[in-house]
């Protein structure tokens, strides 16, 4: 009988999880009605069942509904603050500098750097600083300042709504989770231990899921990100100075260029060349045999 039992309770808690987890009211739920249906026909109408010698009540709901954060002045909004900006500087290196030291005042921190160089040996980088939600507006003025803005765009994400369902749900696993290791102290059989464990690890799994995406997602909130793309101005009238050797390798590049397009152009257009030449031909000899005299006409003259 013990292992029926069990199986009930399973089936109970697995039942109350799935309304906690999805929103489901559970206000009006009977646990008697649970007790249905069981291998011998009959039907049990007991609120509470006997487990091993003892007294112990089904276990019942105390995960919290899942809920918007829309609309309800007891929840915290959770905002997601990030920015993007190109600005233009007139040392990179020493722009980055800047901006570490920055992010450091401010309580952040700088989370990548990169520096790289064009053709023009123009150097460009981009920096990503994390800075605290609080200092998010104080930050952006103070890299605004490090030089000549091109570009700026900020987004804030609202994830009130996911935040308070993901708490909800780590609520009512947490409630499942109880109830189980309860269960298990009572479990007697080696497939009941089984099959408990069964539960304990799939909760426990979802459980880890759920906490860690809210550990995500507070890191986002509370530490902002800012985006800055470095680059240095391109100088007045191109590349200063003249350059003998850069300017032969054009011309050498400029003349095998058009040797290819030579190439190209005479593969491209032989089919016609040919044709042409054949034609041309077959004409030049046409016009030969009408040129020449027939033999009696040239005797009777």
């Not at 605004?144 to 609520?171: F, H, N, P, R, W």
């Amino acid at each position: 009988m013990n292992d029926k039992i069990i199986t009930l309770m399973l089936v109970c808690i697995a039942m109350v999880a799935a309304a906690g987890c999805m929103g489901f009211p559970t206000s009006g739920f009977d646990p008697s009605t649970i007790l249905q249906n069981s291998s011998n026909g009959r039907i049990q109408s007991e609120s509470k069942m006997v487990y091993a010698g003892d007294a112990a009540p089904l276990p019942m709901p105390s995960g919290a509904p899942s809920q918007s954060g829309s609309g309800n002045p007891g929840i915290e909004t959770k905002i997601i603050k990030t920015a993007y900006l190109t600005i233009e500087v007139r040392d990179v290196p020493g722009s980055i500098e800047t901006l570490k030291s920055l992010a450091s005042q401010k309580g952040g921190y700088l989370s990548s750097t990169n520096i790289q160089k064009d053709y023009n040996n123009r150097l460009s980088g981009s920096v990503i600083l994390r800075v605290p939600a609080a200092e998010f507006e104080n930050t952006l003025t103070g890299v605004k300042a490090i030089g000549t803005v091109k570009s700026v765009s900020t987004q804030g994400q609202d994830v009130t709504e996911e935040y308070v369902d993901l708490q909800a749900q780590k609520i009512s696993y947490q409630n499942q989770l109880a109830q189980y290791n309860e269960i298990m102290k009572k479990a007697v059989k080696v497939e009941d231990v089984i099959t408990v464990q069964q539960q304990i690890d799939r909760v426990q799994t979802e459980l880890n899921r759920l906490e860690g995406r809210l550990k995500y997602l507070d890191s986002r909130i509370d530490l902002s990100t800012i985006t800055v793309n470095l680059q240095e101005p391109e100088p007045v009238g191109g590349e200063t100075g003249h350059n003998f050797i850069s300017t032969i390798n054009e011309g050498i590049a400029g003349f095998f260029g058009m040797i290819d397009a030579i190439i190209i152009i005479l593969f491209t257009l032989l089919p016609l060349i040919i044709v042409g030449g054949a034609g041309y031909a077959i004409y030049r000899w046409r016009k030969g045999r009408k040129g020449a005299a027939p033999p009696e006409l040239s005797e009777r003259k």
